[in-house]
């Protein structure tokens, strides 16, 4: 790959050339520092220019979450392929631009198709898509502070619908899932009388329901399960006051012959005109932003604060001469000398940053 310097990449990005969006992406990734720069740069280049651009084409981002295996990347590569190449998709002929992230590198549906550090859904490509993987390796913190980086540049590079895949059941997932405007969360029949996501504690934050592989048998029974589900949803979010006059939708689809992927995208779409009608997208971006300092907050703190407390001899040696209690006065009074320096150290720190 051609090396780009930091010029090329800010100007090429802003051509809508998708290398120097992989480049800055790699760069963010690392938390590079040049790389962080530039993404700052680039949000005060496109700032009011780009929200405007943002609110006329309706950016949205959309998050998929189930169980593994439940067909979620199917029904990734099954949706942008509608967005791109079904002309009803198109408002004046406009092609929409579709921009993935997906945390499955391990996954048979896109394994083996490794590029790089780029990784092409095995059925479709386009010019209009724009696929990246992510390994799931690192602090929580760390990694939902670089899916939000990775967010954030796909919202500036323009695309229009801008789709997270997220793996299995955890922590990670709830905290990618706060950062989208809508949540999809897949079901399959079969594995189980317990609906997956309850587990999860997803269940409460879906804003579409899909029931795939409806030609296995049982689809019936989930979509029961989750009717009911929904229904005592309503009833709680009536007793608590937050009325939302969306009605979630359950779709039933098949990713082998294609069933129900067209309604699965009226819905979202019908998603995201209620969400940018009632002006909840800004409510819901502002929401995001506040996550994300909280996020960059604390994986800030826990980083600089635990290496500095393991580096710090006096606080060492407590540990070697087993001052366990550190209620007591002895105790106490050193390890407050310890987080005293230490909270002067992150002070410098903050200010060279
Ligand atoms: N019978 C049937 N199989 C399907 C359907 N959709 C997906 N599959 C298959 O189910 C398997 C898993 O699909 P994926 O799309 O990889 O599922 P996933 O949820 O992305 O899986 P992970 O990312 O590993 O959690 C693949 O072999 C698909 O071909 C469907 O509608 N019907
Ligand atoms: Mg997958």
Request: with cysteine; net charge negative; aromatic share 8%.
């Amino acid at each position: 790959m051609k090396a780009y310097d930091k010029m090329d990449i800010f100007n090429e990005f802003i051509n809508g050339n998708h290398r120097a969006l992989a480049r800055l992406i790699t760069l963010v990734e690392n938390f590079d520092r040049e790389g962080l720069e530039l993404l700052s740069r680039l949000e005060s280049h496109f700032s009011e220019k780009q929200k405007a651009a943002a609110a006329s084409k309706k950016q949205i981002i959309i998050g998929i979450t189930g169980p593994p295996g439940s067909g979620k990347s199917s029904l990734v590569d099954r949706l942008a392929r509608s967005i791109i190449c079904d002309d009803k998709n198109h408002a004046e002929g406009y092609v929409p631009k579709v921009a993935v992230i997906a945390f499955d590198p391990s996954s048979p549906f896109t394994g083996g198709a490794i590029l790089g550090d780029r990784v092409r859904m095995a059925n479709f490509t386009s010019d209009n898509l724009y696929f990246r993987s992510m390994g799931t390796r690192g602090s929580l913190g760390g990694m939902s502070r670089c899916v939000a980086y990775v967010l954030r540049i796909y919202e500036l590079f323009g695309f229009d619908f801008i789709i997270v895949e997220t793996v299995g059941v955890g922590q990670l997932e709830i905290e990618v899932v706060k950062m989208t405007d809508t949540t999809i969360v897949t079901e399959v029949p079969g594995l189980g009388d317990e609906i997956q996501a309850i587990k999860a504690g997803i269940f409460e934050i879906g804003d579409i329901f899909v029931i795939n592989k409806n030609d296995r048998p049982g689809v019936e029974k989930v979509f029961c399960e989750i009717n009911y589900m929904l229904n005592l949803r309503h009833d709680r979010n009536l007793q608590g006051g937050i009325i939302d006059e969306w009605s979630v939708p359950i779709i039933r689809t098949n990713c082998i012959s294609g069933e129900g992927v067209q309604e699965l995208l009226a819905s979202i779409t019908a998603h995201r005109d209620h969400l940018y009608k009632e002006n909840k997208i800004y409510a819901n971006r502002k929401a995001r932003l506040l996550e994300q300092y909280i996020s960059f907050v604390k994986d800030f703190l826990e980083r600089n604060i635990v290496a500095a407390l393991k580096d710090d001899d006096d606080f060492r040696n407590m540990i070697e001469l087993g001052i366990s209690d550190f209620y007591s006065a002895g105790g106490r009074s050193s390890f407050k000398r310890v987080l005293e320096k230490i909270t002067d150290e992150l002070s410098e720190k903050i200010k060279r940053m």
